[in-house]
C-alpha cells in the first residue's frame, strides 16, 4: 500500500520540533524508514538531532540522496492563530501547521516517495540517502554539516542530492534553484572621545567617518551579474548610538550591512574591500573603525545538466510547467551539500512558510511526491 505522504506530513507537524527541539519528528521518520529496509544512523552533534538512512549498499557511486529539515521556526503569537499550531488540521483543502510548508510536507513528500520506490521497485544496483537535519532554522553549525563531517568519515557518499526546500514563488513547479548567492554580515565599531557638542575639538566624533564609511559601501557597484546571476547587493541594515543627549558627542557607534553576493564575489575579497574601506574613511579623524564578519554561506552554481534536466523533465511531466532555472533567494543547506555532490533544489509553493497559519494544499504534498517518485525512477532507470 503507498506511503501516504498527507498522514506523514500530519505527524510530522504535530511534533513541536521547534528549533533545536527534536520534538519526536526524527524518531517518527527513522521508525518509517527502518520498516522499509533503510539502515539509519542518528548523527546528533552539541545537541542537535540529525537522521541518516540509507537504502541499498554503503559508498555506491550511484547514490541518489534527499536533504532537508524537520526543525521549525517559533510560532510567535499564538493567539494570532485560528488553528493549533501544532494540530495538523486538514480543512478547506489544506493542511495547516507550524512546519506545513517549511518544510515537514517536503520531507514527507521525499521519504514517501523513496520508501514507495525500495519497496515495489527496488533498484539492483544503487542506494537511496535520506540527510535529514534539525538545525536548518537556526545556527545549521550542527546540521547538515554535521551529517557530511560524519559521512565523510563513514565512507558514505551521495553523487547527487535534491534539497526539499520550497521553491515555487506562486505556482506548483515554475521554479527549480540550482545555485545559490552567498550571505555575509558585517558588524561595525567606530570608537572616538566622548564629549561636549559645543566643544567638538576636545572630543572625537565617531559617527562622521562611519557615516562616511557606510555612504562608500552602499554606494558602491559590486559587479554587473553574472550568468547564473543577478548583480550583488550590500544593504545597511542598522546604524546604533544610543545617545539620548543632543549635547553629547557619543564615544562610539555601530552599523550593520549585510551582503547578498553572486559567482562573481567571494566573502574573502569583500572582507578585505570593506577593511580597506574602513581604514580609508577613519585616515586622519582619530577614531578607530573595527569591522567583525559572519558569512553564513559562499556563492555556488550546479550548471545546468544532467541532474536539472532530471529534475525539470519530473516537474513538468507532473505539473505541466517548464521550470526556470534560479539562484534567486536566501541561503539554504545546499550551501553545504555543494561541496560534496551536485546538488539542486526544488520544493513546492513557499507563500504561508514562516507565517501565522501557515498551511499546504494537499494536492501539491500529493504532487509532490509523485515528482520526487518520478526524479528517482528516471535516476535509476
Request: proline residues 7%; contains cysteine.
Amino acid at each position: 500500500m503507498p506511503t501516504d505522504p498527507v498522514e506523514l506530513t500530519a505527524q510530522l507537524v504535530r511534533c513541536p520540533s521547534v528549533t533545536p527541539e527534536e520534538g519526536g519528528a526524527l524518531v517518527l521518520l527513522e521508525d518509517r524508514l527502518a520498516a522499509a529496509g533503510f539502515t539509519c544512523h542518528r548523527v546528533d552533534r552539541n545537541g542537535i538531532a540529525n537522521l541518516f538512512a540509507r537504502w541499498g549498499p554503503r559508498g555506491h557511486p550511484r547514490s541518489f540522496g534527499f536533504n532537508g529539515h524537520t526543525d521549525v521556526v517559533p510560532v510567535g503569537d499564538r493567539a494570532a492563530w485560528s488553528v493549533d499550531p501544532f494540530g495538523a488540521e486538514i480543512r478547506d483543502g489544506q493542511l495547516w501547521g507550524r512546519g506545513a510548508t517549511d518544510m515537514k510536507s517536503g520531507v514527507a513528500a521525499f521519504a514517501a516517495a523513496a520508501i514507495d520506490f525500495v519497496t515495489e521497485t527496488p533498484p539492483a544496483d544503487g542506494a537511496v540517502i535520506l540527510a535529514i537535519t534539525g538545525d536548518e532554522e537556526g545556527d545549521a553549525v550542527d546540521g547538515t554539516a554535521a551529517l557530511l563531517d560524519w559521512m565523510a568519515a563513514e565512507g558514505e557518499a551521495m553523487s547527487a542530492c535534491l534539497v526539499g526546500e520550497p521553491t515555487c514563488p506562486a505556482r506548483m513547479g515554475e521554479m527549480i534553484k540550482i545555485g545559490r548567492r552567498g550571505s555575509m554580515t558585517a558588524y561595525f565599531t567606530a570608537r572616538g572621545v566622548q564629549g561636549h557638542s559645543a566643544y567638538p575639538h576636545r572630543a572625537r566624533n565617531p559617527l562622521p567617518p562611519l557615516i562616511r564609511l557606510l555612504d562608500r559601501l552602499a554606494s558602491a557597484t559590486l559587479d554587473e551579474g553574472t550568468d547564473h546571476f543577478d548583480p550583488s547587493t550590500l544593504a545597511v541594515t542598522t546604524v546604533d548610538v544610543g545617545n539620548p543627549a543632543n549635547n553629547v558627542i557619543p564615544a562610539a557607534a555601530r552599523a550593520t550591512v549585510n551582503i547578498r553576493f553572486n559567482d562573481a564575489q567571494s566573502s574573502d575579497a569583500l572582507i578585505d574591500w570593506m577593511r580597506r574601506e574602513a581604514a580609508r574613511a577613519a585616515e586622519g579623524t582619530g577614531v578607530e573603525i573595527r569591522m567583525d564578519t559572519r558569512v553564513s554561506g559562499e556563492s555556488f552554481v550546479t550548471p545546468p545538466g544532467p541532474l536539472s534536466d532530471l529534475v525539470a523533465t519530473a516537474v513538468e511531466t507532473e505539473t505541466g510547467v517548464t521550470p526556470v532555472l534560479s539562484t534567486s533567494g536566501g541561503t539554504s543547506d545546499a550551501r553545504f551539500v555543494k561541496d560534496h555532490c551536485p546538488v539542486v533544489e526544488f520544493g513546492l509553493v513557499g507563500e504561508t512558510m514562516h507565517q501565522v497559519d501557515e498551511r499546504v494544499p494537499l494536492d501539491q504534498v500529493r504532487q509532490l511526491t509523485a515528482i520526487y517518485r518520478r526524479i528517482l525512477d528516471g535516476y535509476f532507470a
